[in-house]
């Protein structure tokens, strides 16, 4: 697979430009600030699937040029995980970028993303990190919010956007601009859906043919909690249950934590509410996969996403 750094073997378009270093990304970012051009920042880990393309056509919609930046951070991950078996292709990634309308990809080394090694200094998340995903993984969203913050630096955009899929690290990066005065207006997409509901991730590329199958059922677990609520179920533990059920009736599928949250503040809920968050997260095989559904929001075709609700805050 193509790491940062090596030969792009396509044709670039006129409009479109590579950025490996700091220098190429000011240069670019220099000339579309002249010609009065607003920017929005789509901040991926590589590895491009149609949700993080969505995520291009949601900033050509706020913004006059579209950068991507693909990254792994290794901040975000702790020993043991996946950092180095994630999957990349930066070829692949450029063009499928290109293709989609981004006018800049930038593409750094750590090297270059951390010139004088990995920052001192790291942004402190707070209590909206410790709940969900941040029980299983305390480091990961201080790892997150740091290249974030890091990239709002480089960038220096006027819109950021992310994906709902993950919603609390969306909460959080919008918490995190509202409450330092970043000046970022961070919009949240639509999930985009395989057609049988799975939520797009690059880690599904880690599962095998039985575990594919099994993680549909992590969207109907959620989509039946869904059903339930719309027909008058308010009781929280009655909807977690429901999903539990689901998922631990379904083989090859290991639940870590199944809640109810409020969509402001992540704490538990007793009592069911429309816009109320029910979210997961599912060990299959090698794959830690995560998901939502925002309770009594208008769902659309699957594999076409939900309708736009963003996070609260």
Not at 267 to 273: I, M, S
Request: glycine share 8%.
């Amino acid at each position: 697979m193509n790491q940062p750094g090596g030969p792009i073997r396509f044709t670039l378009t006129p409009g479109f430009s590579m950025a490996r270093t700091r220098r190429s990304l000011e240069a670019t970012l220099e000339g579309y600030r002249k010609d009065g051009r607003s920017v929005a920042l789509v901040p991926t880990m590589g590895y491009l699937h149609e949700g993080h393309l969505s995520l291009v056509d949601t900033a050509r919609r706020h913004a006059d040029a579209v950068v991507l930046s693909i990254f792994v951070n290794p901040l975000q991950f702790a020993p043991g995980e996946d950092l180095e078996r994630y999957p990349r292709d930066l070829e692949r990634d450029a063009e499928l970028a290109m293709d989609r309308g981004a006018n800049l990809v930038f593409a750094p080394s750590e090297g270059e993303m951390f010139p004088t090694g990995r920052p001192r200094i790291q942004v402190d998340p707070g209590e909206l990190a410790k709940r969900l995903c941040g029980q299983a993984r305390p480091h990961h969203f201080q790892g997150v919010a740091t290249i974030v913050a890091k990239l709002f630096g480089l960038v220096r955009p006027d819109v950021a956007v992310f994906g709902r899929k993950d919603y609390q690290q969306a909460l959080l990066i919008r918490t995190m601009v509202a409450d330092l005065d970043l000046g970022v207006a961070v919009q949240v997409a639509p999930i985009m859906r395989e057609p049988d509901g799975l939520a797009m991730s690059s880690r599904n590329a880690y599962l095998g043919e039985g575990e594919r199958e099994a993680a549909a059922e992590i969207f109907q677990a959620l989509s039946s909690a869904d059903r339930v609520f719309r027909h008058g179920e308010r009781n929280a533990e009655s909807l977690r249950s429901r999903v539990h059920r689901h998922l631990d009736e379904t083989p090859l599928l290991d639940p870590e934590y199944v809640e109810l949250v409020d969509p402001q503040s992540l704490a538990p809920l007793q009592e069911a509410r429309e816009g109320a968050v029910l979210a997961v997260a599912v060990q299959c095989g090698r794959a830690r996969l995560i998901d939502n559904v925002v309770l009594g929001s208008p769902v659309s075709d699957p594999r076409l996403g939900e309708t736009d609700v963003e996070p609260a805050g």
